[in-house]
Each structure stands twice: as structure tokens, then as C-alpha cells.
């Protein structure tokens, strides 16, 4: 896969931050003395973690080297470690942690029957772990660009990408968590992102979505993929009286309490 842009990732970086902002606000929890935040990119999970619990000691995890020199720039004082989450559970040497936290990078992880267990494991006893996920299969935007990486002329070539991001329902995630926690939330929220036109529905996913299927086109490819997908972001998202359009973007909450 091609090489983050922060630039690019952080262009819509309040819209980002509200369901990051939505899951802290919900844990219930006394001050954690460590956290994980899995997936931290450039560093405004962790920002906001700190917020909150001043004085966590936090490492923040993520495998672009992109993300984390913007996140040590920003922050050198604190602490960032480069891995796989996928990974990063059989060797993580900072913890146990009373909070491992996620905001939107788990779905890059594939086999979550294995992965969300393995991480809860890494939880104290009494501990949480809070993970948000786009739920890219409600996505109107996402399900657009599918049926675009269906097209004869790519179809083939593009097949993989379709599963590059893996997310299951919540009665998935509450019947795997359940029988191992305490106390398991889980709840779905759709956010509205006023957008000038599809030119920023095409903007919002070249920073995450829309990566794996450019990584398996050609350069020169790269232009029609996207005006394919603006044509039908488009026509999905009509503008309003003000000329703006809303694209709406669900995502999933699960938070667990270790027994």
C-alpha cells in the first residue's frame, strides 16, 4: 500500500476528530496510568486522550512513518511507537494498559474474530478498551466507489481492494466481547459532513478509503477512477438551498470493561 499523506488525511481534521471526541466522552472510567492509542496517525487521538487524562502516561501506535513524524513534530515529549496493530499485541512491552484505545484503524486489521480478543487481553483487570470503526458496508459514499472498482476495465485488477477494510455488525462484536468483559457498549452514530460539492466527498476519501484502489491502478488510471467516482457522489449527494451538499458517514462504537 502507498505511503500515508498526512497533508491529505488531516484536511478534514475536525470532521475526523468528532467521533474520536464522541468515544473518550463515553468511557467511564477512574484515570488510566497507561493507554494505548492504536492507530494514533498524526497524533489527534492522542491529543485528545490527554485532554482527558493529563496524566496517562500514552504511547501511541501506528505503522506510517508519515503519521507518526507528524505526530512527533507536533509532540516530541510524548511517547510514539512504530507497528502493526495486527502485531503489536504479541510484543508490546509498556503495558498491561488500563485503556486501549482505537479510532478508526481497526478496520485495516483483518481477522477481528482473532484480533479484538487478543487486544482485550492486553487490558488490566477493570480496564477498557474503546474502538471506533467506519462502517464502510452503510456508506453510500463507499458503496459509490464499489460499484466504480466493478467497471469492466478494472474490475478484475480491483477485486482485492473491495476487502482491504474489514468491519462486522454489532451483534458480531457483542456476542465475541460479552462472554469475555465485564460490561459491553456497543451503538452505531451516523455523522453528516457538509461538503461544497463531490469534489470533497472525492478529497475525504483519498485520505482513506479510496487508497487501495488506487494503489492497484496505474498513474494514469488514477484520474478516471476519480471522476468516475465524483460523477456518482454527484448524483448521490444532491446539493441543498445553500448550493452544499451532506454526505453521510456511519460509523461503529464498541466500548468493554474488563472483568
Not at 473491495?162 to 466481547?177: I, P, Q
Not at 454527484?234 to 458517514?249: C, N, Q, R, V
Request: net charge negative.
Amino acid at each position: 500500500m502507498s505511503k500515508w499523506d498526512a497533508a491529505q488525511y488531516m484536511k478534514f481534521a475536525s470532521e475526523r476528530g468528532k467521533p474520536c471526541a464522541d468515544l473518550v466522552a463515553r468511557i467511564e472510567m477512574q484515570p488510566p496510568a497507561r493507554i494505548a492509542d492504536l492507530g494514533c496517525g498524526t497524533g489527534n487521538s492522542t491529543e485528545q486522550l490527554h485532554a482527558r487524562w493529563p496524566e496517562a502516561q500514552i504511547t501511541g501506535v501506528d505503522s506510517s512513518t508519515e503519521m507518526l513524524d507528524k505526530a512527533k513534530s507536533d509532540h516530541p515529549e510524548w511517547h510514539w511507537q512504530k507497528a502493526d496493530i495486527a502485531n503489536w499485541a504479541k510484543w508490546h512491552t509498556a503495558g498491561p494498559f488500563e485503556l486501549v484505545f482505537s479510532n478508526a484503524a481497526l478496520h485495516w486489521v483483518k481477522n477481528h474474530e482473532y484480533q479484538f480478543p487478543r487486544l482485550f487481553e492486553t487490558v488490566t483487570h477493570g480496564g477498557v478498551m474503546a474502538v471506533q470503526i467506519p462502517n464502510h458496508l452503510k456508506s453510500a459514499a463507499h458503496l459509490q466507489m464499489t460499484e466504480v472498482a466493478a467497471l469492466p476495465e478494472w474490475n478484475e485488477d480491483l477485486r482485492p481492494a473491495r476487502f482491504a477494510m474489514t468491519v462486522h455488525t454489532a451483534d458480531f462484536y457483542r456476542k465475541l466481547l460479552t462472554p469475555l468483559a465485564q460490561r459491553v457498549e456497543i451503538w452505531e452514530h451516523t455523522y453528516e459532513h457538509k461538503m461544497e460539492s463531490a469534489d470533497g466527498v472525492v478529497e475525504w476519501l483519498l485520505g482513506t478509503g479510496m487508497r487501495p484502489y488506487l494503489d492497484r491502478l496505474k498513474p494514469e488510471q488514477h484520474a478516471q477512477f476519480k471522476q468516475e467516482c465524483h460523477d456518482r457522489f454527484a448524483k448521490e449527494f444532491p446539493a441543498d438551498a445553500s448550493g452544499k451538499i451532506t454526505m453521510l458517514y456511519p460509523r461503529l462504537f464498541v466500548v468493554a470493561y474488563r472483568k
